[in-house]
């Protein structure tokens, strides 16, 4: 039996899986339900959804330093992660002068 026929999303494509919503700061108990487009990375379980958040840090890196520090230090410490397995190396640079 090939994982295909065990994991049915392999087949599925892009779908609706999860509902998002948007939290206010001033209020956490005010929620909104988010209708616009998303993609959820589960970065700790799926390899692919690690290498997606990784080109993400690196391409925010210059709009939002701390943000991609962050998302690059959530990299390091998940599950599996060895610290010479860095995803996102610092010196990855992608911009096209």
């Known amino acids: 039996m090939n994982e295909a026929s065990v994991d049915p999303d392999r087949q599925r494509g892009l779908y609706r899986k ?11 108990t005010q929620r909104s339900l ?5 993609f959820v990375l589960r970065y700790t379980r799926d390899p692919h959804a690690r290498v997606a958040l990784a080109a993400y840090a690196t391409s925010c890196a210059h709009d ?9 230090e959530a990299l390091r410490k998940s599950d599996g ?14 911009d096209e002068d």
């Not at 988010?34 to 998303?38: K, R, S």
């Not at 939002?64 to 690059?72: D, F, G, K, V």
């Open 34 to 38: 988010v209708f616009d487009p998303f």
């Open 64 to 72: 939002y330093p701390q943000l991609a520090a962050e998302l690059r």
């Open 18 to 28: 999860y509902e998002l919503y948007r939290v206010d700061e001033t209020d956490p």
């Open 81 to 94: 992660a060895q610290p010479d397995d860095d995803p996102c190396p610092d010196d990855w640079d992608t």
